[in-house]
């Protein structure tokens, strides 16, 4: 057991509509048995980072907790912008899309000890638009429901539910695409066009069986239809997906550009509507602790 860390836990209150005082008691219990110094920071939506720069700064945190979801990791992944300091998570978001892929444990103590362990894993990250994302953007359908769903007042899975049908009858799909990947030109008609580094979105649906996060590669998968079947074939562990839904490419670097604008988001925040997408590789890892083995047979799978 390492000691003498310096333990800086950001909490992000209002995420996921849930109670955080049990994971805080439990962080602040095994820090002091432990006796290790610990800094908390409450995320207030404004300023946060500009605030937390400051507070890494000051502090010079050996690691750093977070509670909250894709969101809150991702604004302190952008902050910290190397792996020289490992990060801790604690899954508290509404859909906890990267956590999601690593098989993190549900119970409080089993999640400290794992988030203060010394097992990890480094993650890619992609710089989509000039924004890192650590897990999913995408063009198209999702990010309407994810539109919808912020400007919507139910937090948690059940304001995605609320939105789902809306999105669905409002949303002008298909969108057409062309898809500059790997030296080709493609052109495609999708609802929905993702950038992946995950294997799965925050509601458990597999969308990109073959993913890995740390091989240097991204993979962009074509939602060619509306296809309900298949979309229920996402939520198996193993999936095999027809090529006329899914179609699927690796690579280091995509630009999409659409004839019209479309709903944009990375991440589950939603950035607007957009015509093009520069996606690539980023050289910023992330390095995030995981329990032994179990996540590691699922990242290289
Ligand atoms: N105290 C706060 N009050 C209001 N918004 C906040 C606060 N702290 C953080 N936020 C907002 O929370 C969002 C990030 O949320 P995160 O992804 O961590 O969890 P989430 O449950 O998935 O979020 P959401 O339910 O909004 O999808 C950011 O948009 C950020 O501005």
Known sequence: MSTNKR??????????GKDKTPIIDEVRKTI????DDLHIYETR???????LYKVVNDYQPTRVLIV???GTIKLMAEILKDDKVPLGIFPAGSANGLAENLNLPTNNSELTQIALSDNFVELDTISINNELCLHISDVGLNAALIKNYQEGNIRGKLGY???SIPTLIKSDFPFHFKIEVEGRTLHRNAVLLA????RKYGTGSTINPKGKYDDGL????VFKEFNIPEILKTFREKVELSKDFLEIFSASEVIIECTRKVPFQIDGEYRG?????????????IKIAVPQKKAEIKLKP
């Open 32 to 35: 002091m048995q432990r006796g």
């Open 161 to 163: 539910i609320i939105q």
């Open 218 to 221: 991204f993979e962009v998968l």
């Open 273 to 285: 509507e957009v015509k093009k997408v520069h996606a690539v590789i980023s050289p910023v890892k």
């Open 45 to 51: 939506g404004e300023h946060d980072k500009e605030n």
């Open 195 to 198: 950038i992946a580094n995950a």
């Open 68 to 70: 909250g979801g894709d």
């Open 7 to 16: 333990v800086l836990l950001v909490v992000n209150p209002i995420s996921g």
